[in-house]
């Protein structure tokens, strides 16, 4: 396998929920580190990743069970530092000569109290007072530490819920420091990245360079086509491609009609006017609005939407001459293998809604340079790469765009007074300094008319849906807790300002049951 040219660590994953906050508390402090599930950590591949240290991760398996996942033993023969979290400290403990036992009195779910017995160089900055707040999650525990080991923490379940074998750097404990609720957690890593002779050499201005050096090694003198939405990722895929290869870059912004206000002016403008950027609008609203028309059920849209998507970006990029590589903006989260119970390692790995299935079609390799970022690593390489924060800290846009705002059938006069809606909206949250407190928020235009009365008329005007929520990761969210007077105050507006709309509701259906987008 080819690594990169940064210090490594490896996290041998045994299938906890949270070992890609382990990733991330050692990427913040620019440690370079993969997750590998345990199923493939081989003594091959140790000896290939090199790695400068180990983390073991918790997991759900019991090591009291025969036949339960453990790390390679080589592992402990290789002089570097190694720490096990929770199943992997119980893990060491039994590969290394201690014993691990189950039962009554062995588990500990939530917050404890961890208090320390002696002086240790990975607790340094812990125990300011008398004890320490840890997060717990665990059915086993050590009942027997491994030669060599000592004890510098207890809690009420866990008598050894700190050790390590200083003279090896080993260091085991029972709970999770990656959580929020270890409050002192990151501190741990830290201490555990210096004793092992890290050098912090994972910044983002290094991460330029090499991934520079690597697109230019990978494309040679060929020609790349990326879809530029617009959002983070292929906006930061497509700068960075572009200061490796220049013009060797080509962009396509597919435009179907469903964009928001002055959308395709600003990310068109910034790419080629601004960065210089080589970037195909392709004005296609006539295709997708003359498809869709007449279309109301959902799932129909999105289908029609993503067809016409491929070709015809699949259209120009037949004209661009010597296109052998499609850029993607895919994340580390979508490649990291997750851990199989049932076999061997089930890989996810999220294909780019819009353009999966391309490359095979079209004969072309993948240029991924987001790989090995996590989305907030996504958004400090764009800022180093000089792109505005208005860009970098945009909400989510969906790739079927407005489409799905406009439950029913789609129409331009729809689409025109969506769009006025939705800008006053962004604006009212961006004046009021909400707007990066906010996962995603948008207008939706509903199918629906109702009666209201304006000076001394009667109108007879669409209803809207103001929505903003708050999430993580899109995947569960809850709805923005606007107060009353900001709603007040941005319906008025709304209904002041954009003719076709007469009534204003704010949706405050969490994710699940709802989902964040309408449709
Ligand atoms: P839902 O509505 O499923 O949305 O709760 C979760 C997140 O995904 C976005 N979304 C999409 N993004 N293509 C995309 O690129 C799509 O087809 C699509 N559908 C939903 C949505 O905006 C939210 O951020």
């Known amino acids: 396998m080819e690594h990169n040219t940064h210090e490594r660590l490896l996290i041998i994953d045994f299938g906890s929920q949270v070992t890609q906050l382990i990733a991330r508390r050692l990427r913040e402090l620019n440690v370079y580190c993969e997750i590998h599930p345990y199923q493939n950590v081989t003594d091959a591949f140790l000896a290939d990743f090199a790695p400068k240290a180990v983390i073991l991760s918790g997991g759900p398996d019991s090591v009291t069970r025969e036949g339960s996942p ?152 060929s020609h790349v086509i990326c879809a530029l939405s617009g959002g983070v990722d292929s906006s930061v895929a497509a700068a960075l491609i572009h200061e490796a290869v220049g013009d060797q870059l080509t962009c396509v912004f597919v435009d179907h009609g469903l964009l928001r206000l002055n959308e395709a002016e600003e990310v068109v403008g910034m790419f080629r006017d601004h960065m210089n950027l080589h970037v195909i609008h392709a004005e296609e609203q006539d295709l997708f609005l003359g498809e ?23 259209k120009y990029a037949n004209g661009i001459d010597g296109a052998k590589f499609l850029a993607q903006g ?84 729809k689409l025109d007074i969506l769009r006025k809606a939705d800008a006053v909206y962004i604006d009212q949250i961006r004046k009021h300094g909400l ?30 849906a103001l929505r903003a929520v708050t999430s993580v990761d899109g995947m569960t969210a809850d709805y923005y807790p606007f107060s009353h007077e900001f709603l007040g105050e941005t319906a008025t507006r709304i209904i002041n300002e954009v003719p076709g709309i007469n009534r204003v509701t704010y949706d405050i259906t969490s994710k699940p049951p709802g989902t964040i987008e309408w449709e």
């Open 70 to 221: 453990r790390a390679p033993d080589s592992l402990f023969g290789m002089g570097i530092p190694v720490l096990g979290i929770c199943y992997g400290q119980q893990t060491m403990m039994t590969q290394l000569g201690g014993k691990v036992v189950s039962g009554e009195g062995t588990a500990e779910f939530g917050r404890a109290f961890v208090t320390p017995q002696g002086k240790l160089q990975l607790l340094d900055g812990w125990f300011a007072t008398d004890k320490e707040q840890v997060w717990m999650s665990h059915g086993d525990h050590v009942s027997e530490i491994a030669p060599g080991f000592v004890v510098y923490g207890t809690s009420p379940n866990a008598p050894y819920a700190i050790t390590a074998d200083v003279a090896r750097n080993f260091y085991a404990v029972q709970f999770h420091p990656e959580v929020h609720h270890t409050p002192n957690g990151a501190k741990l890593y830290e201490n555990f990245v210096r004793l092992a002779g890290f050098s912090g050499d994972w910044t983002m201005g290094a991460y330029r360079e090499q991934a520079i050096a690597a697109i230019r090694e990978q494309v040679g003198d």
């Open 292 to 314: 869709l028309e007449g279309q109301s059920d959902p799932e129909t849209k999105r289908k029609i939407i993503g067809k016409l998507f491929i070709d015809v970006f699949q």
């Open 435 to 464: 707007y990066d407190d906010i996962w995603q928020a948008f207008v939706a235009i509903l199918p629906v008319r109702t009666v209201g009365v304006m000076g001394d008329g009667r109108t007879y005007d669409y209803a809207c």
């Open 330 to 413: 895919t994340l580390y989260p979508d490649v990291i293998e997750s851990v199989s119970f049932s076999g061997g390692p089930s890989v996810t790995i999220k294909s780019h809604h819009n353009v999966g299935g391309l490359p095979e079609k079209m004969g072309l390799k993948l240029v991924e340079p987001l790989r090995e970022l996590f989305k907030d690593e996504v958004r400090a390489l764009g800022r180093e790469l000089g792109l505005p924060a208005s860009f970098i800290g945009r909400h989510p846009f969906p790739g079927p765009g407005l489409a799905i705002r406009c439950p029913g059938e789609i129409t331009r006069a």
